[in-house]
């Protein structure tokens, strides 16, 4: 069983600054990557970052230059520090980690947590 626990939202006005934290324990091998997420009502889940095990980093061109992930995938732990919020990163954003598995990968999920930013 493999259990995400995700720390960090809130609400902030524009221009503030959130840090996202993410842990992950259970039965955890063969880690591709972690990330984060984010989702708003009646829209699909996106991709905001993602750590690939190794070090690389990847992000949606909306938040570059403004959030940075960091972590460890050795370590089961991912970070989200975002800065220079807008009311339009306003989600909820998950953890996610993917591990490899014979056919593909699995993918795990934390519980979502608010990120609001007002104008």
């Known amino acids: 069983q493999v259990q995400l626990e995700e720390f960090g939202g809130g609400s902030v006005e524009a221009g503030g600054s959130l840090r996202l934290s993410c842990a992950a324990s259970g039965s955890i091998s063969n880690i591709n990557s972690m990330g984060w997420f984010r989702q708003v009502p009646g829209k699909r889940r996106e991709l905001v970052a993602v750590l690939i095990s190794g070090g690389s980093t990847n992000y949606i061109d909306r938040v570059k230059g403004r959030f940075t992930i960091t972590g460890d995938t050795a370590k089961n732990t991912v970070y989200l520090q975002m800065n220079s919020l807008k009311p339009e990163d306003t989600a909820v954003y998950y953890c996610?980690?993917?591990?490899?598995?014979?056919?593909?990968?699995?993918?795990?999920w934390g519980q979502g947590t608010q990120v609001t930013v007002s104008s």
């Open positions: 996610n980690l993917r591990t490899y598995v014979r056919d593909g990968y699995q993918n795990y």
